[in-house]
C-alpha cells in the first residue's frame, strides 16, 4: 500500500474514532462564525471549478506528492467542516476577540475539541483560516492544525501519541491550481 493510502487510511480511522456528530444549531442561532456553512460552500465550489491540486502526503520522514484531481471536495475538506463550535451547548464556551481584520475565537474548556479558531479577512471576504484542535484520552493524544487559504492551500498537520504504537506526524497539504 502506497503511503499516500495508508497516511488516509489512518487519518479516516482516526478520524471516525474520534467524532460524534454534532446537530447545527440553526443559522439565525450561531454564536460564532459558520465554520460548517462556510467549507459546505467552498466544497461545492470547488466540486464545480474541479481544479487540479498537488497533494502531497508525509508521515513521520516519508513523503508522497501527486497531481490530481478531488472526487470528494467534502470528504477532503471534512476536518474543517466537522472543526464547527456553533453547538448550542457550547455558544459560551468561546472568547471572541477581534484585532483589525482577525477575528479568533478560544476555547475556555481545555476539554473541547476545537480549541481555536482563526479568521483573516480582506475587506469581507475570509483569506485565511487556522484552526487548532486537540484530543486527549486514555487511548490517544493529538494535536491538529488546519489551514485554508481559499484558492490556494489546505494543510492539515497532526501530531498523534497512540499507546502502545508510539508518536506519529503526519502532513497534508494541497496546493490548488485554478
Not at 86 to 106: C, F, L, Q
Not at 153 to 158: E, P, T
Request: hydrophobic share 30%; with cysteine.
Amino acid at each position: 500500500m502506497s503511503l499516500y493510502k495508508q497516511v488516509l487510511t489512518t487519518f479516516i480511522l482516526l478520524y471516525a474514532t474520534s467524532c460524534t456528530e454534532d446537530k447545527k444549531a440553526p443559522d439565525s442561532q450561531n454564536a460564532y462564525f459558520d465554520i460548517r456553512g462556510f467549507f459546505t460552500t467552498e466544497a461545492a465550489r470547488l466540486a464545480k471549478q474541479d481544479p487540479l491540486i498537488t497533494k502531497r502526503v508525509e508521515h513521520n520522514d516519508d513523503a508522497e506528492e501527486k497531481k490530481l484531481k478531488v472526487r470528494d471536495w467534502k470528504q477532503e475538506l471534512d476536518l474543517f467542516i466537522s472543526s464547527d463550535i456553533n453547538k448550542p451547548s457550547w455558544k459560551d464556551s468561546y472568547t471572541t476577540t477581534r484585532d483589525g481584520n482577525v477575528t479568533t475565537y478560544a476555547a475556555t474548556d481545555t476539554n473541547l475539541k476545537v480549541q481555536k479558531i482563526r479568521l483573516e479577512r480582506t475587506g469581507k471576504k475570509i483569506s485565511a483560516i487556522e484552526i487548532s484542535n486537540r484530543v486527549d484520552n486514555e487511548i490517544y493524544r493529538s494535536t491538529e492544525t488546519l489551514t485554508y487559504y481559499p484558492d490556494s492551500l489546505y494543510r492539515i498537520v497532526k501530531r498523534q501519541d497512540v499507546r502502545g504504537l508510539g508518536l506519529n506526524n503526519y502532513s497534508i497539504s494541497g496546493k490548488i491550481k485554478p
